[in-house]
């Protein structure tokens, strides 16, 4: 009863993910200053091994044992390479090939994807406000695309990078309902530490032509603070946050914050680069915080006592 009815207001954990959320969406910036320098697996193996590294500090001053058991490790295994592995390479690839305004609104999927796949596994039960919390925030996001000035015609390579997304997007929706499914008796900086371990080793693997081919001396000291701050706050940092709100919260809530990036990254493109927003954007970001803030509130029924 009482985990039921922290789940229904909006509470720290919620202002946790919202920190999130923000973090995750200057990523969209950072990332882009960094990959004018950087091959992007060269970038992604840099902020996962850097994203380990804090967790396993964390981890080792957080806990005394920080061991696993062997079937841990195989569903540890399964969500760092399978899930997360998969979901990263098509997301670094599609985002180079499609739009960025079409990839947000592919990624804006993710919390139906997600409540799909909660309900389909019978792990969570989805309430009136949180569906229409889903769909005010989707809305949001469709707003925040319409209003993007500009945009690149339909091609083939935009077609294929779609699809990449699309799978980013599945695989994404995999990990956040792994969390959930695999892991109710070990620790979430464990989990963490392990996956994004697991992560960067696969990653480091996949990439190791590049990494050889790497002009490290030629990489600027922008380029640098684009990987560390990636590799602290996206993956170090925010994904233990990410995942402690797919405990506490859900999977199908936590995941509406996906939802907000998009329109962070606009506004710190406007704040940062130069880059233009408009009138419909800002319309669109304002729903998108309506939406989540309406799928956290209560029903007024008490409907949600038993889920």
């Not at 990439?207 to 001396?217: E, G, M, N, R």
């Not at 936590?254 to 998009?262: D, E, F, G, K, Q």
């Amino acid at each position: 009863m009482e985990n039921s009815r922290n789940t229904n207001r909006f509470s720290t954990t919620d202002i946790l993910l919202v920190f999130v959320a923000i973090i995750w969406g200057l990523n969209y910036v950072v990332t882009k200053i960094s990959l004018r320098e950087m091959n992007p697996l060269v970038f992604n193996s840099l902020r996962f091994v850097i994203g380990a590294v804090i967790c396993w500090i964390i981890l080792l001053l957080k806990e005394k044992d920080f061991r696993v058991s062997k079937r841990e490790l195989v569903h540890l295994l399964m969500m760092g390479i399978v899930a997360h592995g998969i979901n990263q390479v098509a997301f670094v690839y599609g985002v180079s090939k499609t739009s960025a305004s079409t990839a947000s609104l592919i990624l804006a999927a993710t919390p139906m994807c997600v409540a799909f796949l909660a309900s389909l596994l019978k792990l969570e039960k989805g309430n009136n406000k949180t569906i229409m919390g889903i769909i005010i925030s989707f809305a949001g996001v469709a707003l925040v695309v319409m209003g993007a000035a500009g945009g690149k015609g339909v091609s083939m390579e935009s077609h294929f990078g779609n699809i990449l997304i699309v799978i980013a997007t599945l695989f994404w929706s995999l990990y956040t309902i792994m969390i959930r499914l695999y892991f109710k008796d070990i620790s979430i900086v464990k989990v963490t530490t392990y996956s994004m371990t697991l992560t960067a080793i696969f990653f480091s693997m996949i990439s190791l032509k590049p990494i050889l081919a790497a002009s490290w001396d030629t990489y600027s000291s922008i380029a640098w603070g684009g990987v560390v701050f990636s590799g602290v706050f996206v993956f170090g940092i925010s994904y233990i946050l990410w995942n402690i709100g797919v405990r506490k919260v859900g999977a199908t809530r936590t995941s509406i914050y996906a939802n907000l990036p998009p329109f962070i990254s606009i506004l710190s493109g406007w704040l940062i680069l130069g880059e233009v927003i408009t009138k419909t954007q800002l319309m669109g970001g304002m729903l998108i915080i309506y939406g989540l803030i309406y799928a956290s509130q209560k029903n007024k029924i008490g409907q949600d006592e038993d889920t």
